[in-house]
Nanobody, 126 residues
Framework: QVQLVESGGGLVQAGGSLRLSCAAS????????MGWFRQAPGKEREFVAA???????YYRDAVKGRFTISRDNAKNTVYLQMNSLKPEDTAVYYC????????????????????WGQGTQVTVSS
């Protein structure tokens, strides 16, 4: 049974940092591309960042230079380091896993991800 469990969310002031973690079980983690998505209140869920199984990364423009995605295959965990947080980063953050090999290209489409975590809340106060 595939399970993705996010952690590390919380309340932080603008300009602060958080590191989200997503622990995977029931999958051959090193064979999956991993992504982070977020959903703010009243908005659609959107792509944040992704990392391929061979460590290619991809970010939405709004987080470039502030967020860093990484993975530790030995721990079956993907991370999202978030720095210089802004109130508009407030959302529930979800991790997701994509098994299909895309030749190193990392997808930002939600429909390409087969498995999802339950989400962790990030709140940035102004």
């Amino acid at each position: 049974q595939v399970q993705l469990v996010e952690s590390g969310g919380g309340l932080v002031q603008a300009g602060g940092s958080l590191r989200l973690s997503c622990a995977a079980s029931g999958v051959a983690f090193s064979r999956y591309d991993m992504g982070w998505f977020r959903q703010a209140p009243g908005k659609e869920r959107e792509f944040v960042a992704a990392i391929s199984r061979n460590d290619n990364t991809y970010y939405r423009d709004a987080v470039k230079g502030r967020f860093t995605i990484s993975r530790d295959n030995a721990k079956n965990t993907v991370y999202l380091q978030m720095n210089s947080l802004k109130p508009e980063d407030t959302a529930v953050y979800y991790c997701a896993a994509d098994f299909r090999w895309r030749g190193g290209y990392v997808s930002g489409l939600q429909t390409d991800y087969e498995y999802w975590g339950q989400g962790t809340q990030v709140t940035v106060s102004s």
